[in-house]
């Protein structure tokens, strides 16, 4: 009888077969489950079919790009965590990706072992771990028990990612955050994708909580969370 992975599934999305096989390994030896696809339409039915833990997609797919699978996985309201990788050092890429819900973005080339961390620090938030007070702001309540946020009763859905950087600004109710202290805080001390991802996980936050959000614009410093 074949036994689950450890750490669970992961799906990579990947066209060019030496980075796939290459993470293959890395993933494997980390103790991940790893199934690969070569372009985005069978990576879509795939993540249906496979429920994995995470997705590690690529950009730039065949029949369909990694852009338009993950719009089309949080269009069906499917908010496994993904992972961009492109070979494209651009910010609008980058951007568009994050608006998306995309919960990282690396840029080929990259470290092999760097990706593998980076997934288990994307896999820490999403499954908790994030202390277990309900944190309240306003009319904003946020159980990081079971990750979940609501807005006067109503549940609003977070990515990993964004979940974790309003906890970490309403842990702290008042406290002025500069983007490199939550890129440390949320992202991990590797995080190198520079105040503009912080920037924009904000802005997508702010969109989902609307009116009630708690997360204020401190301008040349960063951000805090209080009472609206």
Not at 23 to 32: D, E, I, K, M, V
Request: with cysteine; glycine share 10%.
């Amino acid at each position: 009888m074949k036994t689950a992975p450890a750490k669970g599934l992961v799906l990579v999305v990947e066209d060019e077969s030496s980075i796939a096989d290459l993470l293959r390994l890395y993933l494997s030896r980390a103790g991940y489950g790893v199934h690969v696809e070569r372009d985005g339409a069978r990576g879509l039915a795939q993540v249906q079919v496979l429920r994995p833990a995470l997705i590690v997609l690529d950009v730039g797919l065949p029949t369909l790009d990694g852009i338009e699978v993950c719009r089309k996985l949080r269009a069906q309201d499917d908010w496994t965590p993904v992972i961009f990788v492109t070979a494209r050092d651009d910010e609008v890429d980058r951007v568009i990706g994050l608006e998306l819900g995309a919960d990282d973005y690396v840029t080929k080339p990259f470290s092999p072992r760097e990706l593998v961390a980076r997934i288990g620090t994307v896999l820490r938030r999403s499954s908790g771990g994030t202390g277990s007070a309900v944190l309240e702001t306003g009319s904003v309540r946020l159980d990081p028990a079971s990750r979940q946020v609501t807005v006067n009763d109503r549940n609003v859905t977070l990515t990993a990612t964004e979940f974790d950087l309003l906890a970490a600004l309403m842990r702290r109710p008042g406290m002025v955050f500069t983007r490199e202290q939550l890129l440390s805080t949320v992202w991990g001390a590797a995080a190198y994708g520079g105040s503009r991802t912080v920037d924009v996980h904000v802005a997508q936050v702010r969109a989902k909580l609307g009116d009630e959000s708690p997360i204020r614009t401190h301008r040349g410093v960063g951000y805090s969370a209080g009472k609206p």
